[in-house]
């Protein structure tokens, strides 16, 4: 059985009481919805925390085995996870 590596899910509880779970690969849809984030790695490690906390430039490169950088683009005026070469 096949199964993914990493992934973002995102957990928001509404006015109501219910809860939508986002599970994503990538990382800009975190950023954008805000929220509470867990990040599945290889192995089967989780870390969670809010986005500020867990979606990061370290974190991601980590768990995607490749440079990202996640950082405040002005020209859009929201924070994005971009790849190198910037």
Same mark, same amino acid.
């Given at each position: 059985? =096949?199964?993914?590596?990493? $992934?973002? &899910?995102?957990?928001y509880?509404?006015?109501? +009481?219910?809860?939508? @779970? /986002?599970?994503?690969?990538?990382?800009? #849809?975190? @950023?954008?919805?805000? +929220?509470?984030?867990? /990040?599945?790695?290889? +192995?089967g490690?989780? %870390?969670?925390?809010?986005?500020?906390? @867990?979606?990061? &430039?370290?974190?991601l490169?980590?768990? =995607?085995?490749?440079?990202?950088?996640?950082? #405040? !683009? %002005?020209? !859009?005026? *929201? $924070?994005?996870? /971009?790849? =190198?070469? *910037?």
């Amino acid at each position: 059985m =096949y199964q993914t590596p990493h $992934s973002c &899910s995102l957990c928001y509880p509404n006015e109501n +009481g219910y809860t939508i @779970i /986002l599970t994503t690969h990538n990382p800009d #849809f975190a @950023i954008l919805l805000g +929220g509470v984030v867990t /990040l599945v790695k290889n +192995g089967g490690e989780v %870390e969670c925390g809010s986005v500020n906390e @867990i979606i990061k &430039s370290e974190n991601l490169s980590q768990l =995607y085995d490749t440079p990202l950088d996640v950082s #405040f !683009v %002005e020209s !859009v005026k *929201l $924070s994005c996870c /971009l790849t =190198y070469p *910037l």
